[in-house]
Each structure stands twice: as C-alpha cells, then as structure tokens.
C-alpha cells in the first residue's frame, strides 16, 4: 500500500532521463523549466509568542502542505494552489487543533510565477493576499474586524459560529472564533529534479471574535512574526499526476523529509 502511494506520488518522468533510474530522473537541460503538472510543498511559518506573565517567549511554527497545479498561459507561468493541512506547535501547555473544516475554509488562489536563470533557477511567485472569516472591500488593507457582529464576518467553516473556529487542546479547551488575514509568496531556486527549495514571504495575521469559554475569551496571545529566513523555509516537489492531498500528507517525510 505504503509503494503505491509513493507511485503516485513520483513526479512524471521527464524527457531525456534514465527510466531504468527513477532515483536519478532529471529535466532535460533543454526543456522548459518547471513543466506543467502536479508539485506539493511543505511551508513553515514562524512566529513568536509569550503564553503567560510568568513565562519567556516561545517560538511558534506553523507547517502547512500545499498541493500545486502549474500551468502555462502563453509565456505565462501560474500555479494553482490550495492547502491540504495545517498544523501548529504547542503554545505552553494547550494545543492548537487546525482540523479539516478550518482547512477547507482556507482559500485556494493562482498566482503568476517568475523564472529566471539558466539552470539553477531562481523562482518567484506573485504575493496572494486573502482574508478567511470575513468578507473585506480592501483585504490587504482594511483592519481586521474584531466584533462578531460585523456585517463583514462570515462562517466559511459553516459551524455556525463567527469567522473560522481554531480548536484549543490542554488544560483548558474549547473553540477560538477568529478572522485570520494569509500573505504569501515564495522565493527560491529550482534545481534540475524538479524541487524548489526557498524562503516563505508573508505573514500570517489574526482577530479574535469571541471563544466558547470564558478562559479562551479572556486570553488572546500576541504574536510577533520572525522574518529571519532560516525560520521560514519551504521545500517544493513534482508529485505523480493523481495524487491528491490525502497522499501528500500521508507521504509528508518521503517527500520533504523528517521535520526536526
């Protein structure tokens, strides 16, 4: 079970490569760069945030693997993309559940991507700026609502509750309602197998509506986006032409390796 999905998950072979050595598949020196098809990518985001008066800072990753579709409009690149999962680190003593509805609320978006060189490749894509849990004129703009009633909020997780629910594990638990506002682009070198390997331009900001308890109502951590690029890597990778996002999540340490 555990090979088929790593067949599927295998990039296509490219012209001009060795199919008695898919290990060693490469592009051909004079294809196109980043051919149409499938890719996924493993993105980390880190943040910092202080849990309680009595303890330091902590630092804070969050991990998310997108699935990508690349296509070509002309001399046009774009890449199609939508987020498969989501996890965050522990903040002290509770644990943040990102579950299937809050990434489903998530947006997917296209973006135009940039290539430049000759092999290795520098790549860009087009900053994609969306805000999940209400409907804004301006969404880089305008500031987050923070009153549940805000005509603007909406319910994309369709819980009923206001904006989209992050869950809380630990001591206390429950469900925090917030509006979170998603930047993202990508900067990095493109190598002849096919992977990408970069930094994660953007951030990740957050309101808080409201909370299923009085405990979750009352704490609302802050947290302050650590812009070094070390902390903020991605890794890119072609995947098979059926995969999906149950398998990109299932193949997670195959693909980009364990995560320390």
């Known amino acids: 079970m555990f090979f088929t999905l790593l067949l599927l998950l295998a990039g296509p072979m490219q012209p001009g490569t060795d199919s008695r050595d898919p290990a060693r598949a490469e592009f051909a020196q004079d294809t196109v760069p980043l051919p149409d098809g499938l890719y996924a990518s493993r993105q980390i985001m880190t943040s910092s945030t202080k849990p309680g008066p009595r303890l330091g800072r902590i630092r804070v990753r969050t991990v998310a693997l997108a699935i990508h579709r ?134 990740n900001q957050q309101a808080k509506l409201g909370a299923s308890n009085f405990i979750l109502r009352a704490f609302t951590p802050t947290f302050i986006a650590d812009t070094e690029p070390e902390h903020n890597p991605f890794s890119w990778a072609p995947v098979g032409p059926d995969a999906d996002c149950t398998q990109i999540v299932a193949a997670e340490v195959p693909l980009f390796g364990v995560l320390e």
Do not use: K, M
Request: with cysteine; hydrophobic share 35%.
């Open 70 to 203: 690349v296509r070509r409009d002309g001399d046009t690149v774009r890449a199609s993309t939508r987020f498969c999962d989501v996890r965050q680190d522990r903040i002290g003593p509770a644990g943040t559940v990102l579950d299937s509805a809050f990434v489903a609320a998530l947006p997917a978006w296209e973006s135009v991507v940039t290539i430049e060189g000759s092999g290795p490749w520098l790549v860009h894509t087009d900053e994609f700026v969306a805000v999940v849990g209400a409907d804004l004129e301006d969404p880089a703009g305008d500031p987050l609502p923070t009153d549940p009633q805000d005509a603007r909020v909406t319910d994309p997780d369709g819980d009923g509750e206001p904006g989209v629910t992050v869950r809380v594990e630990g001591v206390v638990s429950g469900g925090v309602y917030v509006v979170q506002r998603i930047e993202r682009a990508l900067e990095g070198t493109l190598t002849v197998d096919g992977r990408i390997t970069g930094t994660v331009i953007g951030s």
